[in-house]
């Protein structure tokens, strides 16, 4: 077998490009997805299970994806059309879901048309962001992929910005920012029309300037020969799956939750800490609702500078767990910071954890799955490491509320606890020497 070939900084970045473009979807979705059920009328304490159903469907969905794509050959790619088949589905979402209170349906038929359209934009989302870390499985050598994750990392953090402050953009420019009782604003709905423009720009680029392997170069490059003796069959693959694989999970099960509470519960912590309110039918509401985007995209620059900072660590493990404690400080410090401005700080702190999140899993556990073949099976079954936290937390969410006293600000201390055990864990995985 061949040693795969350094790629060029071009190359790597042309690979990824088009994260840029499903990332502005992706936060506009984490940024606004509460945001927008609260003002169609969602109660705080069933807030949580609206975000079930999305990453159900991931679990679903993206094994069934990453093992189809290991089969698939075509003149167009082996994991870009499952790219561009994901893309177009969420750019046709992104145009309805946030118009779902204004097509004159009853209360009780808003929410299930509005818990389908995020269903299928969550589904279709994963299915164009996961090719991407299957390219990067299947081109980059081991001694590229952390810089190849960090260039994901950084146009996913890119993207981020743009999305999250797309709303506060279009308020400042003129756009109205209160709508009727139960209809989303119009700085939220253009946002998410600018958001699906961009992601079919951004995929079109990426399918146009990549050029897969074909199955001959494929083999070459990479240890394929039972992946044509057995089926693939997923209980077996997880049977023989590296013990990292599960411990780099248990890293993702805590991460995963915590990021989870904070799209949930967020834009209600700063409206509450901030400017003294759950009202989602106020003004104020609205208001921080624009501001909570614009957090959002300084924790997403501050995920761009540590990104580059990740590869500078003595080890990817050391970075993990520093970047996950610090998140867990800066989620804790959120109802704490009663100043607009001040809030500033926790979401600088909340990024370098992000920023992990999305370079060192990939990275540790594509390096672990090296000779193990079915590397794009492996890899959506990874994604159950992303989508089962996420369906517990949503579980529990309500009944954690709860018990902290219906004040969804003191959400965030819950998620900084996740990120600190996180962090703990992160010294469990065993790495190859």
Not at 69 to 83: A, E, N
Not at 244 to 268: K, N, P
Not at 399 to 426: E, H, K, P
């Amino acid at each position: 077998m061949k040693q795969k070939p350094d790629l060029s900084f071009w190359k790597l970045w042309n690979l990824s490009f088009g994260f840029f473009g499903v990332q502005i979807a992706y936060a506009l979705q984490s940024a606004n997805i509460s945001r927008i059920f609260r003002t169609l009328g969602a109660d705080p304490h069933s807030l949580s299970f609206f975000w079930i159903l999305p990453p159900l469907m991931g679990i679903l969905v993206q094994p069934i994806v990453g093992t189809l794509s290991d089969r698939t050959w075509t003149r167009f790619g082996r994991r870009i059309p499952y790219l561009f088949i994901g893309a177009l589905t969420a750019v046709a979402v992104m145009c309805l879901l946030p118009n779902a209170g204004s097509l004159g349906l009853s209360i009780s038929m808003v929410m299930i048309f509005g818990l389908l359209m995020l269903m299928l934009l969550d589904t279709s989302i994963n299915m164009a962001m996961q090719p991407f870390k299957m390219m990067v499985g299947d081109m980059v050598n081991e001694e590229q992929k952390g810089k190849a994750y960090s260039i994901q990392s950084f146009l996913c953090n890119a993207g981020s910005v743009v999305g999250f402050l797309f709303p506060f953009i279009f308020a400042w420019i003129g756009l109205k920012n209160v709508a009727p009782e139960g209809v989303v604003p119009d700085t939220v709905i253009w946002s998410f029309y600018i958001g699906a423009a961009i992601l079919i720009l951004c995929v079109i680029y990426t399918t146009l300037k990549v050029k897969e392997w074909t199955p001959e170069e494929y083999a070459e490059y990479n240890p394929v020969s039972n992946e044509k003796e057995d089926s693939g069959n997923w209980f077996v693959l997880l049977k023989n799956a590296p013990s990292a694989f599960w411990r780099i999970g248990l890293v993702q099960f805590f991460s995963w939750a915590a990021f989870l509470y904070m799209w949930t519960y967020v834009v209600d912590a700063v409206s509450i800490t901030v400017w003294d309110t759950a009202d989602s039918a106020s003004e104020a509401y609205q208001v921080a609702g624009n501001w909570t985007g614009v957090l959002y995209a300084i924790q997403a620059m501050s995920s761009v500078a540590w990104a580059a900072l990740i590869p500078r660590f003595k080890s990817i493990k050391l970075a993990y767990a520093v970047s996950m404690a610090l998140g867990g400080l800066g989620f804790a410090l959120i109802p704490f910071c009663p100043g607009q401005y001040l809030q500033i700080v926790p979401f600088l702190f909340i990024g370098c954890a992000w920023a992990a999140q999305l370079a060192c899993p990939f990275t540790l556990v594509t390096n672990a799955l090296q000779g193990y073949g079915h590397m794009g099976a492996y890899l959506g079954l990874f994604n159950g490491t992303i989508c089962v936290p996420q369906i517990v937390a949503a579980l529990l969410g309500g009944s954690i509320l709860t018990l902290v006293g219906s004040n969804q600000a003191y959400m965030m201390i819950v998620s900084g606890i996740l990120l600190f055990a996180g962090a703990c864990a992160v010294f469990n995985i065993k790495t190859k020497k």
